[in-house]
């Protein structure tokens, strides 16, 4: 019996199917590159965060170089009803925005965010913007040296996202499940938003950067206890932000 070539099946390439067509369409909306979901610059990115180290149906891996990036992949999969994980810039320390949906659950979109380490000063508000991904060397060199004292406190290991809530925050970046950037802080943004980001800190969106003040020590506590009406105030804060629950995550889940 003679076989035509023609009559077997062909092998799909990487980028074949959903996957491939998910790549084909976030590639132009960011800056920074988008992996293949089996491959291995895909594997070298989950392997930062080991709490999200095996995703069931994992489209892609984006690695986003600012906020905007992560806005992007967000409105993507927002549109395409795909769930997001933000992966810990943070090596092997657990996940720091959302939780990892669970077998069987909806399409997943990885996000690192890395690659969003940029560090700038603000003179005239005596702050300093910080990506998550970036180092508290680069931002202790950033801080102003017309007063070294305070920038002692910026003097640690690790990157921005090891110490978050360590110094005192005058605002932050989060992308909420909508897509939307929010600049949140005391008398800017959100105030239901913001209060939920001070609350719990990482329950609230993908955060991306940080304002922080090196001369004022006072750190942000998190709330320990919740009242009903607190749990019924966060949970309204996080359905209007992220209607179609895109990031997914519980009040109280460890991280």
Do not use: C, N
């Amino acid at each position: 019996m003679t076989i035509d070539p023609q009559d077997l099946p062909t092998r799909r390439g990487p980028r074949a199917g959903r996957a491939g067509q998910a790549a084909a369409e976030l590639e132009p909306l960011v800056d920074g590159p988008v992996h293949a979901p089996h491959s291995a610059e895909a594997a070298v990115e989950l392997a930062v965060d080991p709490a999200v180290a095996a995703l069931p149906r994992l489209l892609a891996v984006v690695g986003a170089t600012s906020t905007a990036d992560v806005a992007a992949a967000v409105g993507w999969a927002t549109m395409h009803d795909v769930g997001v994980v933000a992966l810990d810039p943070r090596p092997h320390r657990p996940a720091l925005a959302t939780a990892v949906p669970t077998a069987g659950s909806k399409p997943v979109l990885a996000v690192s965010r890395s690659r969003i380490d940029g560090v700038h000063l603000d003179r005239a508000a005596w702050t300093l913007r910080a990506g998550v991904g970036a180092s508290w060397p680069a931002v202790y060199r950033a801080a102003p040296e017309e007063d070294p004292a305070p920038r002692t406190l910026l003097h640690r290991p690790g990157l921005v996202a090891h110490g978050v809530g360590s110094v005192t925050k005058r605002g932050v970046v989060l992308v909420t499940g909508d897509g939307t950037v929010h600049h949140l802080g005391a008398g800017s943004g959100d105030p239901e938003l913001w209060w939920a980001y001070r609350a719990q800190p990482e329950r609230v969106g993908i955060l991306t950067e940080v304002v922080l003040d090196p001369w004022d020590t006072t750190m942000l506590q998190r709330r320990t206890a919740w009242s009903a009406g607190e749990r019924m105030r966060f949970a309204d804060v996080m359905r209007r932000h992220d209607p179609f629950g895109t990031l997914t995550r519980s009040i109280g889940q460890s991280g």
